[in-house]
């Protein structure tokens, strides 16, 4: 069975906003794909939290896969990198992910004392979310202990909260 060993992050330099408003996720053999990362233009460029999302969700595909009974995993993940940080060789242009369709969305906390994830959703408490909304500092694994067990807080979080988008 496939597993996070087989996962391809793509880091795309956010260039334009796009008029797509929709998930790009697609359930192929068992791995989801299209998921799309993206970085908010007010998070101060930070090479280490490119890694920390990358670790974050290489470690939650087995345990995806494992709370799945074997079912799913995350095959691809894009990482939308804000124009406002240095273009580095191995960013690609975007195809299809922008800002707007992003599945999940790294930003600064607000107010500031609220540092844990969240979903944006339009129904009511307990329907489907739009978006999953982490902090640099939760990605980082700053504050796993409020979230589970050391290790593993961020990326059951994540694989909770992608579940019910």
């Known amino acids: ?8 992050f793509i880091l795309v330099l956010h260039l334009l906003e796009g ?4 998930s790009l996720i697609q359930l192929n053999g068992n791995g989801y794909e299209g998921i799309v990362i993206a970085i908010d233009p007010n998070v101060p460029e930070d090479e280490t939290l490119i890694q ?5 969700v290489t470690k ?7 709370a799945t009974e074997k079912r799913f995993y995350f095959k691809n ?11 580095k060789p191995e960013y690609v242009k975007p195809k299809l992910e922008t800002y707007k369709n992003a599945d999940v ?3 600064e906390p607000n107010p500031p004392e609220n540092d844990g994830p969240y979903t944006e959703q339009m129904g009511k408490c307990g329907e489907k979310g739009e978006k999953i909304y982490f902090t640099p500092d939760f ?3 700053k504050k796993v ?15 909770c909260i992608f579940l019910i988008i």
Do not use: H
Request: glycine share 8%; charged share 15%; with cysteine.
């Open 52 to 56: 920390n999302i990358k670790d974050m």
């Open 139 to 141: 990605v980082a694994g």
């Open 77 to 87: 993940v894009a990482i939308l990198i804000p124009e406002n940080w240095k273009a």
């Open 145 to 159: 202990l409020q979230y589970g067990p050391q290790g593993m807080g961020r990326e059951r979080i994540f694989c």
């Open 19 to 22: 008029a797509q408003s929709n």
């Open 60 to 66: 939650a595909s087995p345990y995806l896969f494992e």
């Open 1 to 8: 069975p496939a597993t996070a060993r087989g996962s391809l």
């Open 105 to 107: 969305v790294v930003t």
